[in-house]
């Protein structure tokens, strides 16, 4: 699985060209826990965690409520300026709410040789400049050569509840990626385990790589990351925070090329949580 890793990167660059180099999507309340029967959703692309910097584009969101009803999110019901999207979400029903934006991103086609994975190139080779090691171009491909297309899907998501916390929502199953919450995402607290799972076709996934980003507060532009993670033989992601404070906890997995068929997904998954005493 981790051949595929640098040519993708070398690729990725322009995933987010409509928001702008470096730009990161999430979605997040202003309250995680509310007693209120309407709640301020906030949504946008980052540099530093939750700082918006441009709104939120090309996604399309949904919502369940504490019963389990599916509620699509309207384009228009999104207040827009040019730095941040919100949303007010009527949560008049006691319990978890889940809310959650999924876009349809590129897609990438990769060529096997020489036992590598390697980004394949359709423009015209310069043969004046050096082959880069990570890269084949159509023209260089050898016939009959293993070729798999990689299509990216983001998704954003986050929780809110209302006076106390249920299951339903939480527990619903996504068909294909997923990260299954063992411990709930609103009762989260310093120093308590915490665990969730990521699946693919509800399957344990390992090795899979994660990061906890903690909130911006000054000018920094580095140490975003609080925590880097992985998860064990059956997917489980197992950690503690020792600060209280919101956190963006990145999933960025690909379908492995080992895998059977030739389109494969690649999915990059930002949960907003927060953690209490």
Same mark, same amino acid.
């Given at each position: 699985m981790h051949s595929f890793f640098k040519p993708w990167m070398f690729l990725s660059l322009g995933l987010l060209s409509t928001a702008g180099f470096a730009h990161y999507p999430y979605i997040a309340p202003l309250n995680y826990q509310t007693f209120n029967n309407y709640s301020a959703v906030v949504s946008g692309?980052?540099?530093?965690?939750?700082?918006? %910097?441009?709104?939120?584009?090309?996604?399309?969101?949904?919502?369940?409520?504490?019963?389990g009803e599916k509620i699509e999110i309207a384009d228009d019901a999104w207040a827009k300026t040019q730095t941040l999207s919100s949303f007010s979400l009527e949560n008049k029903q006691d319990g978890t709410y889940r809310i959650r934006g999924v876009k349809q991103g590129s897609a990438s086609r990769f060529a096997l040789v020489d036992g590598q994975w390697k980004a394949l190139i359709q423009a015209k080779r310069d %043969?004046?400049?050096?082959?880069?090691?990570?890269?084949?171009?159509?023209?260089?491909?050898?016939?009959?050569? +293993?070729? +798999? #297309?990689? %299509? #990216?899907? %983001?998704?954003?998501? #986050?929780?809110?509840?209302?006076? #106390?916390?249920?299951?339903?929502?939480?527990?619903?199953?996504?068909e294909g990626f997923d990260v299954r919450f063992i411990s709930h995402p609103n009762t989260l607290k310093v120093n308590q385990p915490i665990q969730l799972q990521v699946v693919d076709s509800a399957q344990g996934v390992k090795d899979v790589k994660a990061s906890v980003l903690a909130q911006s507060y000054a000018f920094e532009r580095t140490d975003r990351v609080y925590q880097t993670l992985q998860s064990d033989d059956k997917g489980h992601l197992n950690f503690v925070i020792k600060d209280q404070g919101q956190y963006l906890l990145t999933v960025d997995y690909q379908q492995p090329f080992t895998a059977k068929g030739d389109q494969l997904k690649r999915y990059k998954y930002t949960l907003a949580f927060n953690v209490v005493e």
């Open positions: 692309f980052y540099d530093n965690p939750f700082v918006s %910097e441009i709104a939120i584009k090309n996604f399309k969101f949904h919502y369940h409520t504490p019963a %043969e004046a400049k050096p082959l880069k090691a990570n890269v084949v171009y159509q023209s260089d491909l050898k016939k009959n050569s +293993k070729v +798999k #297309t990689v %299509e #990216t899907q %983001e998704i954003i998501e #986050t929780f809110i509840s209302r006076r #106390t916390v249920s299951d339903v929502s939480v527990k619903h199953v996504y």
